[in-house]
T-cell receptor
Framework: NAGVTQTPKFQVLKTGQSMTLQCAQD?????MSWYRQDPGMGLRLIHY???????DQGEVPNGYNVSRSTTEDFPLRLLSAAPSQTSVYFC????????????FGPGTRLTVL | KQEVTQIPAALSVPEGENLVLNCSFT??????LQWFRQDPGKGLTSLLLIQSSQREQTSGRLNASLDKSSGRSTLYIAASQPGDSATYLC?????????FGTGTRLQVFP
């Protein structure tokens, strides 16, 4: 199993550009989520999904869009990048079992100039 | 709204010491609590998961306890080693969401 994979590892954007951060998991997990990590603020939930076709907002959803057309993939779209979106983005997944832990991808470091 | 706090924010100890990291949360209606480790520039690795009905979990030199009624958890690391140097994060699960603390940055020096 590859676990949770994310691409790209690094990305530099100019203000106003759009892009998609890719996330995939091969563990057949129902739950997937996106977090951003900023110094001094910990990880904050952006969007999450409890299954294909179902998504919901987290704590900081503005400026981001998600969709879940398959169990495996959960892309995060930045509609019009802003410097405030400079951060490290993590994708995570887990099964529906209450006993299951959360598995994290390696992260994408995004810089918006 | 659930809030998770970790104290201390940073800790530097000599090798061999036993140490305790603290995590507190404001809403006791949780499904579980997890402790993660994060190395610089890397993702998060799960260390221990405690269900809301459990009091503690152990893995090797790590022991995590949970007191749900008081909204507290501790991570005990026995006989610390330089390889334990990392940031330790606790997170509580409310329904479908995982809420994180800001972490404790640990440095163990030889």
């Amino acid at each position: 199993n590859a676990g949770v994979t994310q691409t790209p590892k690094f990305q530099v954007l100019k203000t106003g550009q759009s892009m998609t951060l890719q996330c995939a998991q091969d563990m057949n997990h129902e739950y997937m989520s996106w977090y951003r990590q900023d110094p001094g603020m910990g990880l904050r939930l952006i969007h999450y999904s409890v299954g294909a076709g179902i998504t919901d907002q987290g704590e900081v959803p503005n400026g981001y869009n998600v969709s879940r057309s398959t169990t495996e993939d959960f892309p995060l779209r930045l509609l019009s990048a802003a410097p405030s979106q400079t951060s490290v983005y993590f994708c995570a997944s887990r099964s529906e079992l209450a006993t299951d832990t959360q598995y994290f991808g390696p992260g994408t470091r995004l810089t918006v100039l | 709204k659930q809030e998770v706090t970790q104290i201390p924010a940073a800790l530097s100890v000599p090798e061999g010491e036993n140490l305790v990291l603290n995590c507190s949360f404001t809403d006791s209606a949780i499904y579980n609590l997890q402790w993660f480790r994060q190395d610089p520039g890397k993702g998060l690795t799960s260390l221990l998961l405690i269900q809301s009905s459990q009091r503690e979990q152990t893995s090797g030199r790590l022991n995590a306890s949970l007191d749900k009624s008081s909204g507290r958890s501790t991570l005990y690391i026995a006989a610390s080693q330089p390889g334990d140097s990392a940031t330790y994060l606790c997170a509580v699960r409310n329904t479908d969401k995982l809420i994180f603390g800001t972490g404790t940055r640990l440095q163990v020096f030889p």
